[in-house]
């Protein structure tokens, strides 16, 4: 990955002894995997409940959902997950798997460029504003050409305008649906 992208990264209007920004690898099974997952999907799933239906998720489901969900597609050697820390306390995640290698199945020869899908981005809510997503986006775009990626896709729901915004500020397109999950109403792209 690129040193830039994961190295430790003063905020632009941070002093020499301010907070510091990290991104790196972190195994999608760890405690502080786990610890950052509940949040995101407490989130998105609350916002969905809220919007749709007037409430929060039941705790049950959101368990349900939690467990099943294990992250293991973000497993190297086709996947990683990243964590992001701010002054070394775990803030965010960004996880990436490819989706295809870009050769065709009966002949072995290479038809497309392969392709990575970005996946969990994720700040948590009082970390916002400080610079965060962007650190892991450009990190997670990174660690998909490392992967042998040319191009990254990603799919979103219309209500998390924030991270619509956020992908189109750094040069992500709408493109056709590449996958239809029931609640994937947006799919992004970009070359990388």
């Given at each position: 990955m690129?040193?830039?992208?994961?190295?430790?990264?003063?905020?632009?209007?941070?002093?020499?002894?301010?907070?510091?920004?990290?991104?790196?690898?972190e195994p999608f099974d760890s405690d502080i995997a786990a610890a950052l997952w509940r949040p995101y999907y407490t989130e998105v799933s609350d916002r969905w409940y809220q919007l749709h239906q007037g409430r929060d998720t039941d705790p049950e489901e959101l368990e349900r959902e939690i467990a099943a969900e294990t992250g293991g597609d973000l497993a190297p050697p086709r996947g990683v997950l990243l964590v992001a820390r701010y002054g070394g306390e775990p803030v965010g995640t960004a996880g990436v798997r490819l989706l295809d290698d870009g050769t065709s199945t009966s002949t072995g020869a290479r038809t497309s460029t392969p392709t990575a899908e970005l996946k969990r981005v994720f700040v948590r809510e009082d970390m916002r504003g400080k610079g965060g997503a962007p650190r892991l986006l450009a990190a997670a775009e990174d660690a998909a050409r490392a992967l042998g990626a040319g191009r990254i896709v990603l799919d979103t729901r219309t209500d998390l305008v924030e991270a619509r915004a956020l992908y189109t500020r750094h040069g992500?397109?709408?493109?056709?649906?590449?996958?239809?999950?029931?609640?994937?109403?947006?799919w992004y792209g970009k070359q990388l």
């Open positions: 690129h040193d830039a992208a994961i190295d430790a990264v003063r905020g632009p209007s941070q002093v020499a002894s301010g907070p510091v920004w990290t991104v790196r690898p992500y397109v709408e493109i056709e649906p590449y996958s239809e999950r029931q609640y994937a109403e947006h």
